[in-house]
């Protein structure tokens, strides 16, 4: 995993990431297909995002002996999609992670001006007390993504890191603007964003190729 010249930014780089994202890049790849790979890509980022995670002694029995081994050290975890396009993620995750809770922040880019309007809202009761992974596959404006992180501040949200699968430098600039003690894992920081918010050479609206829609 190299580390990118912004703080705490974090970009996988692994071979099989790469081959992963490539594919799903393409505009030939199908919605199911897209899916799957927005599946997988998730889980090994989690994979990656919860390596601080901290350990503490256990002992367990196996058929031979008795033997000292490690547990994570009590940590509750939160995976935070923003809707719609972070939902494809929540699935990888979990498979991780099958005791963390999930909540939803709903938010939308209004066309003109491309900020953030938050709709729904729904989030864990102890969320205060989490490590909370907010996931989106796209980082475009970073609108969202701050917006999203000011949500969970507001109610009491902590520690916060953001996976989201392709970064643009703009939207990395906003949220190390906005929120600079939250890290940042992704799989590729590409070009730029177009005039319409767009990165390039990004994916497209992940949103749309996940579900199918236009």
Not at 71 to 94: D, F, N, S, T
Request: some cysteine; aromatic content about 4%.
């Amino acid at each position: 995993m190299e580390r990118h010249r912004w703080d705490d930014v974090h970009v996988m780089d692994h071979p099989l990431i790469q081959h992963k994202l490539s594919i799903l890049r393409d505009i030939g790849t199908g919605a199911k297909e897209f899916r799957e790979l927005v599946k997988e890509l998730a889980m090994l980022m989690a994979y990656e995002a919860t390596r601080h995670f901290q350990l503490a002694e256990t002992t367990v029995t196996t058929p031979i002996t008795e033997t000292t081994t490690h547990v994570l050290a009590g940590k509750k975890v939160a995976v935070i999609p923003i809707l719609r396009a972070g939902l494809g993620m929540v699935e990888g995750i979990l498979e991780l992670i099958p005791a963390a809770k999930v909540g939803h922040i709903g938010l939308y880019r209004e066309p003109t001006t491309l900020k953030p309007i938050e709709y729904y809202c729904k989030l864990p009761e102890d969320i205060g007390e989490r490590d909370i992974l907010i996931v989106d596959p796209m980082l475009a404006t970073g609108g969202s993504a701050s917006a999203a992180v000011q949500v969970l501040r507001e109610r009491g949200a902590n520690a916060i890191d953001l996976l989201c699968i392709i970064a643009s430098p703009e939207g990395i600039e906003e949220v190390r603007r906005s929120c600079d003690d939250v890290r940042i894992y992704t799989c590729a920081v590409d070009s730029h964003l177009n005039d319409h918010g767009y990165i390039v050479p990004g994916l497209g609206d992940a949103g749309d190729r996940l579900f199918g829609t236009r």
